[in-house]
């Protein structure tokens, strides 16, 4: 069993069909339009995945940086991605850019796979430090109901197609102990090898991800040197609610 997005990368997209990914970037631009001068023209999407947002936030004018720590993950996002694009295979807790950016983007619960002890923190300050003076931090975390409701100890089958037509099928089975804050999540992927043959190929992934509470995540932000501006429980910038799945913030780098 390997550890990563790697053997997912090919369908993670056909996988994850539901995500709204224009959502977050409309959420993007009302934190910009709320929270600074003007809106940002140097972008940075840590976590990019495939760089579905990446490209969409590209179209919509700003000049792009990815950076990702799965090489598979950005083979995808390579090929969906403008030339422009930057994409750089780093680490978010140890990354580099050539300058800093006017806004840093981080989806899809990609701070949660921070598991282990000061490695939020460390992401944050390496954040910061690629940040204008008042430029703006904007992500999300999975909630304590989504990690004791709908993580728990459930399984979940999802289905899929490939561009080239082979069906794609994965059977997602959680572990989360309450008591460590972390969820383990065991990923079994069967590939159809050619579209419509019935023969399959087996991968097994293993991913973690740590629960966040808001103290510890206000805590972090302001010991890296953020303001905190908000937290939302949706995209639309609505107050959070109990049963909310994610929790979306907005920060400022104070220099």
């Excluded at 760089?51 to 179209?59: A, K, N, Q």
């Excluded at 609505?238 to 920060?251: I, T, V």
Aim: aromatic content about 12%.
């Amino acid at each position: 069993m390997s550890r990563g997005y790697g053997a997912i990368s090919c369908a993670y997209d056909s996988l994850n069909g539901e995500v709204d990914y224009a959502a977050w970037a409309d959420f993007a631009e009302r934190c910009f339009d709320a929270y600074l001068p003007t809106r940002p023209s140097l972008v940075l999407d840590l976590a990019c995945g495939t760089g579905t947002l990446t490209e969409l936030l590209s179209e919509r004018g700003y000049d792009m940086t990815g950076v990702d720590a799965s090489p598979e993950m950005l083979s995808v996002a390579r090929e969906r991605c403008s030339e422009n694009t930057l994409l750089l295979c780093q680490n978010m807790c140890a990354f580099e850019l050539y300058g800093t950016v006017g806004a840093t983007v981080c989806s899809l619960d990609s701070l949660n796979h921070l598991t282990r002890k000061g490695e939020l923190e460390k992401c944050f300050s390496l954040v910061h430090n690629y940040l204008d003076p008042d430029g703006i931090f904007l992500f999300d975390v999975n909630s304590a109901y989504r990690f004791n409701t709908e993580y728990a100890r459930e399984s979940y089958q999802l289905e899929g197609e490939l561009d080239d037509g082979r069906a794609v099928f994965c059977n997602w089975q959680n572990d989360y102990s309450e008591k460590r804050g972390v969820c383990r999540f065991y990923i079994t992927l069967f590939t159809e090898s050619e579209a419509g043959s019935g023969i399959y190929s087996r991968s097994d992934e293993e991913w973690s991800e740590r629960y966040y509470s808001r103290e510890e995540i206000c805590a972090a932000l302001e010991s890296a040197g953020f303001e905190l501006l908000g937290v939302f429980g949706s995209t639309n910038m609505r107050a959070p609610r109990k049963n909310d799945s994610k929790l979306y913030f907005a920060a400022r780098a104070k220099k």
